[in-house]
């Protein structure tokens, strides 16, 4: 048996631990042939790939990134962008010369619908779900994720020495354009004052009356904010920039507006900051947790091709390692439900949502 | 509303993020004034106390142990020891004098059951499972867990080089006199070779075997081991030591056992060498996963609280935290079932489990 | 004897263990009274203050911060701003009414030349050096310089994961408005293929083949470059912000201008990427180097006022404690001099240096 | 130029970091052929090395260990042990055989007394020091230590937390046979309360007394106590063990004896217990400060071979990088002097010393 396998989309940690594992249980428990395939789809049609051995992969575990690349862009059905050519021919032919006989795709919600494509047209496909963001469909938690909140957790403890120093509201910009699960998770792990998500609209003079009181209290107040927050009634920041710009991270978002919004309503006896976490976020080692998740998301799939089951992606359910429908996932964005537990949890802190 | 908190048995990362959740959702909520009571079921004793504010727990998420204190022998019931006095009387004038309406208890097994007794004497209580082995019954994740299988999984990574440089055979001696969940989980996060856990005994001429391979197909070899695993047809290494001995880390057990164990059948060509990670793993402040979720049970036992639900023991499931009878935990050990999924994990990827 | 002690300027890691070292080493030592002034010099006009003890300070070593808190801009000769109120009066009320004998001030140069004008009016003061930018005159390192190094260099191994992945060049923009120090300990100990410095000028073109060339030969450009690097023959980027705005960090500064520039040079096939570390180089617990350090400078400040050695500051020089005199170091930078080892050695790896 | 390198002894942080500093500053300076020799001397017995290029090793700063591998007991003079064979001869042959003009040396005072008889017979050797201990004579500061110190001061806060809440007293055993500066620096980073070493005898009544009394005032007590500390008046601990075993930490050395030692005289009122940090001092990545002090000397290094220089060894002095004739170095030991400016420090802060 021939495996192939690749990652798409924006990296994240853990996406080596599942390589390894997908290798080791393939070639380990059936004698499979591994082969990966580099900078995602991309190597399907410029035919970049190179063996997978148990020696080479063994001590990936640890590792952030991974050694396959990535592409964020390169979709073979529509090559470059939204009106490309369609090169899904040249793909097939890739794994018809290689003699692959499956195909372990790594990714977000993007890649999982090329996969779903590529699955109708036959190509015996398993999906592995990769979503920092924690937004994929029928999947609770994706590996990435707890070594981002750690992160925004960690970044939150060191700005609180620096905010209770200078008596200071310090406001944290995680990502999560469309889903908040970070700035929630990450925010509660570091006890942050207020969480603001893309779910749930704020009223900057809500805001700032609460970050007055809570600084005056506490003598500084920490604002933990995802990418995708935006103020209510206010026009709606990030969407803008989206039209405007490729990324909105580097332009300035909903950091730097909260900034000068807050600025302008606490006056100038309170002083606010912002620290962007960025690209931070994504790099380096997976935490343990992330380690175990990549782990058993490698060897389900693994597992689904040994038992020819196609078209499928792994989920986690519960603490369970279910399978799904790729055709459930694609095109869809998981969001927080604004009654679930975690923000039940927030608001009995007294955590202010919007 | 007065409630009484208080922490028992061996102190864990995350104590104190449960006391902060606890106090904040009483005193947010529904105005409850709330107690600290000191060093465990003794403070119910000899009557030390003090009152928690919101403002004062507000800052505990990231603190590592347990602001009230514990005590790992303070059993009101059998004060001290297996034959001691019932004391129980004392503690309930303590309730009765600072009209205590309810009593939340986080701590382990012993814990559990010493509460369960003052359930049954009618006073109101809710427990928070504290378990940084993981094992206790109904369950299926603590906080503190998380926080310790990090440590091992961190600890792997650093050996890892020494052993590579060396070409070396490397044991870490984990937590786990009775369940190997921690030995389980940082083994797999930290990319060990060999897990040994007490539910799975060993035989020392396959491990040595499979230790000689590994070392020399990879360079070196990383063996991550229970303090409760054991050889098989051996004698039980552990229980012996606890017959003798008040504390078996400190007279080295199996890390050391084992280390003589493999240098005898492995010669003087690989050195073999142990590390013992003991109280490391239960110091310090909780990975933001530990966190979060002993936030979550502090804010799940003041609902218990707050609902007049009592006897009761929070608890995850899946990813859901419920409630279970404290008389269901008592007196019981939670162990690795030998088809649970992370074992099968570990199969799949090679790793000698025994 | 009666010792007032005060943090200014800036919050930096090791203040705390400087309070620490010196109310120690002077209750301890010499049975002193030591009282800690609030909010920088604030506290001497509005008289804000506590009494430090030994049981107080001993825990503060790995505290981040500051717990007396400090203030960026009380200058007690002109308050607030440069042409307020001289005030000093009230600060030298203060200080008889609570029979201070001494007075040891910790912070930069801002705070170094006020505390050289009371000593011109005969208050007893001893100062210790605070910088992270590690720019003061006659001292050769100071404590927070390897927090905030270690905070660069970690992110630099976390954004070379993500560069790796993606084939980009990364650029970490790092504090150091006017001294490099921080770029250049950070990007050697972090492994960056090209720093940036105010003391030495880039030209784009060159910077851009660099990254160009580099990202082929290795797959990836790590470009670490300090807050007031700027361009040869181009306009003062920094210079600009700064009579435009009162934190440049804020505004986007050579961090965004550089992706910008970079991207025009590089073309689409290169992507290019930024992330500014801002106020997490100066949170948190400071490093076990810095915490030493921090505890060196505050003995040998306590030293100081008990031999009556007043008017001096502490200072690092080669691995020796000395003290220098407050008019030598007041109103001046530590520039990195262009012939300085350490260049020398970033050259001698063939690290980009403009 | 063909230039050789190897490393000899014990790991440590850093090692990887001179390696690479030694190739990029060989090969990009003056386009030297670089060949590392594998497992210390044994590569030049049985002929065991690779060529070393600037790509291979470039992305080598941040990993532990050393990717040549490393021998503790390899002497070609006595091939092995004290009574064994001379090979030097072999050695000979090997570097003619090559063209090995210059050899580079990085390992402690075995390596350097091995290095020194080669340059006795003609061989152009250049030593680097390591020494996680930082007792290499004429050289202030080595790689590696400072990691080493952040392990400790690391685990004395993780313990921190459990001796807390448990109102013990805790011991940290750490590396440090026959000079103290590991527990020293990691001691005063870690906010000990007592500090033993090998260069000061303790008295155990007076360390008992000492330990109840902070145990009283603080709620518990920490210890940090080297390898090699040893009781005034009792017997030589450590020395009766060197006699009678290759590796006393696997025996239970000082930590476990001064445990049954304070237990005896505390009584059983207060707990007393140990942690031994073993190999995890010596695993791992560098601190940012041991990865630019590694690459300080590696840079050092292949100037003194360009200028060549031989028979010499890098050194730290202030913070200068010196060359020192290895013949000074070779069989000697840095001992803690009893007046080190360090040990004030801790006198000055009340810490207990002996």
């Not at 969480?195 to 009356?209: D, F, K, N, V």
Request: one cysteine or more; glycine letters at 16%.
């Amino acid at each position: 048996m021939h495996i192939g396998i690749l990652t798409g989309g924006g990296d994240c940690p853990g996406l080596n631990a599942v390589i390894r594992a997908v290798t080791l249980a393939l070639v380990e428990r059936c004698g499979a042939t591994v082969t990966g395939i580099e900078r995602g789809f991309l190597g399907l049609l410029d035919g970049r790939c190179r063996p997978l051995e148990a020696s080479a992969v063994r001590g990936l575990i640890a590792e952030g990134g991974t050694i396959l690349g990535t592409h964020n862009r390169a979709d073979p059905f529509h090559f470059f962008g939204a009106g490309g050519t369609d090169c899904s021919g040249q793909a097939l032919d890739f794994l018809g010369r290689h003699n692959i006989d499956a195909l372990v795709v790594i990714g977000g919600d993007g890649t999982m619908t090329i996969a779903e494509r590529f699955a109708r047209l036959g190509v015996p496909v398993v999906g592995v779900p990769k979503t920092i963001d924690n937004d994929l469909m029928l999947n609770e938690r994706s590996f990435g994720f707890d070594s981002a909140a750690t992160v925004v957790s960690d970044a939150l403890g060191r700005l609180q020495t620096t905010a209770r120093s200078h008596g200071r509201v310090m406001i944290v910009e995680t990502m999560g354009r469309y889903a908040g699960w970070i700035a929630l998770e990450g925010g509660l792990a570091g006890g942050a004052d207020a969480i603001l998500m893309p779910e749930q609209g704020y009223q900057i003079e809500q805001l700032a009356a609460f970050a007055r009181q809570r600084a005056q209290e506490q003598g500084f107040a920490l604002l933990c904010v995802a990418e995708g927050a935006k103020a209510v009634g206010g026009e709606w920041v990030i969407q803008r920039q989206l039209d405007d710009s490729p990324d909105p991270l580097r332009l300035g978002g909903i950091g730097h507006r909260l900034t000068a919004d807050l600025e302008a309503h606490l006056g100038s006896q309170v002083e606010v900051r912002c620290t962007l976490l960025g690209h931070l976020q994504r790099g380096g080692s997976p935490t343990a947790f992330d380690r175990v998740l990549a782990t058993r998301f490698g060897v389900a799939a693994a597992g689904l091709v040994m038992r020819g089951q196609f078209g499928r992606m792994v989920a986690l359910q519960g603490d369970r390692c279910v399978d799904v429908g790729l055709a459930e996932v694609a095109g869809q964005t998981r969001f927080v439900p604004l009654d679930h537990e975690r923000l039940q949890v927030a608001r009995a802190l007294g955590i202010f949502l919007g």
